[in-house]
């Protein structure tokens, strides 16, 4: 049986069901750490908002993070500099900047484990990729350094290295934050319509809400269903091996996530687009015993992390005709600064106030990449199979995964337990899966 080792290191207080209609200022879905910390702000900000989860607060993707609180997200700079200009990706930096200082200053009073760290992206085979991303951070400013060995038991072409970055334990740090807000624990909502949203025992009345979901589920608006797909990706928590002081990534898609807690060394791999095979945690335990052979499994589990067309998280309005209605997704793997960024970002347009990131980050931005047409195309594909074994969401054919015993969709990750019950989103129903 897969469980986080978070799971077993905080206790969350237990919130009570809706049971009857309600109105509030702002509403928030989800009770994931996005929703969590933009609960948190607004109410900081004395606004009157109430906070809804379909289970339970962090038991979906957050309890599943590696926790590392970085603005270094893979080589991104290279690239935001070559097709967004230098002044982007500077705003892009220092947005999530601003969201690592946000959580050392929450931190300095929660008991979370919050450790300031170095983080390094490095290649194993591509020398050239890591001296790009130094050149890019050197043209915006950002003094990171070159590195030609780390701690990690094998060698390497070189490596990025941000300083001053950090890793915590995201469950104490819910824990804590989440206590005195208004929130409803079991209550799932499956339909939002004129500022309405309807759950199986309420309805919820409110003058602005925020779409903190994950996948966002409102199809009608937005064109999520084009603009996001998702991957998964599968984590070990070994004992009795070597515990290292950074944080790392390969920067190769297939490369592995490395960092410590506590006595553990948290493995991560195997990422692939959801629905798709993949060798799962054997590619991390192969890992595991070549590279620390010593170690024993402590923890396994997997995760699922929603990826934009560009990389670039959508945070703002859910669409050009939705004025009252916000949403946070697309974290592409980054999700503990990309919530906080969230929140902050979210919080200020509720309130009316200027926010010097939140362009950069908008979700009407052009669609028009390459990333676009491998959605569409996946799309068409799985929903012209001939199956009846189909996802409630849109209508793609389901694949049996395997390692976790699920049904899983391939064009938008919705996943289903071996009976059919609903896992994640975007679906908001069990699938048919006896058919």
């Known amino acids: 049986m897969q469980k986080s080792i978070w799971s077993d290191t905080a206790q969350i207080a237990k919130h009570h069901e809706l049971t009857e209609d309600i109105k509030t200022d702002i509403l928030i879905i989800g009770g994931g750490i996005c929703g969590i910390l933009c609960a948190y702000f607004l109410k900081k900000s004395g606004v009157d908002c109430v906070l809804v989860e379909g289970s339970t607060v962090a038991s979906g993707i957050t309890k599943n993070t590696t926790a590392k609180i970085t603005s270094q997200h893979g080589l991104i700079y290279s690239n935001l500099v070559s097709k967004m200009g230098i002044y982007n990706a500077q705003l892009y930096l220092r947005a999530h900047e601003s969201a690592l200082a946000e959580y050392a200053k929450l931190c300095k009073d929660i008991d979370c484990d919050f450790e300031r760290k170095n983080s390094y992206v490095y290649s194993l085979d591509d020398r050239t990729k890591i001296e790009n991303e130094i050149n890019a951070l050197n043209l915006i400013g950002f003094g990171a350094s070159f590195k030609d060995a780390i701690e990690l038991p094998f060698k390497i072409d070189g490596a990025v290295c941000f300083e001053n970055q950090a ?10 934050i989440s206590k005195n807000l208004d929130i409803y624990e079991n209550t799932f909502v499956y339909k939002v319509i004129s500022g309405k949203a309807i759950t199986k025992n ?5 003058d602005a809400i925020i779409v903190a979901t994950h996948f966002p589920f409102i199809n009608k608006h937005g064109s999520y269903f084009l603009k996001l797909y998702q991957k998964r990706s599968y984590v070990t ?35 692939h687009r959801t629905g798709k095979k993949s060798p799962g945690w054997q590619a991390v335990y192969d890992f595991a015993s070549t590279h620390y052979p010593q170690a024993k499994i402590r923890y396994s589990w997997s995760t699922q992390d929603c ?40 919080t200020d347009m509720i309130l009316g106030k200027e926010n010097d990131f939140k362009n950069i980050f908008s979700p009407q931005r052009s669609i028009l990449k390459p990333q676009l047409a491998v959605n569409a195309f996946e799309t068409v594909c799985n929903f ?22 699920t049904w899983d969709c391939p064009c938008h990750g919705s996943r289903f337990s ?18």
């Open 237 to 271: 928590a070994l004992k009795n091996a070597q515990k290292i002081t950074g944080m790392y990534l390969d920067e190769s898609d297939a490369g592995f996530s490395l960092r410590s807690y506590n006595d553990n060394l948290l493995i991560g791999a195997a990422s």
């Open 384 to 405: 012209i199979v001939p199956t009846k074994k189909r996802c409630p969401h849109l209508g793609c054919s389901l694949k049996w995964n395997k390692n976790e015993r």
């Open 167 to 176: 890793q915590f334990n995201p469950l104490k740090f819910i824990s804590e």
């Open 307 to 346: 990826m934009s067309l560009d990389n670039i998280a959508y945070i703002g309005q859910y669409s050009k005709n939705t004025p009252s209605l916000y949403v946070a997704t697309g974290f592409s793997k980054w999700g503990m600064t990309s919530s906080m960024l969230s929140a902050m970002i979210l």
């Open 418 to 435: 071996e009976n059919g019950d609903l896992i994640d989103n975007p679906a908001t129903k069990d699938a048919n899966v006896r058919k």
């Open 202 to 206: 309420a309805t919820i009345t409110a």
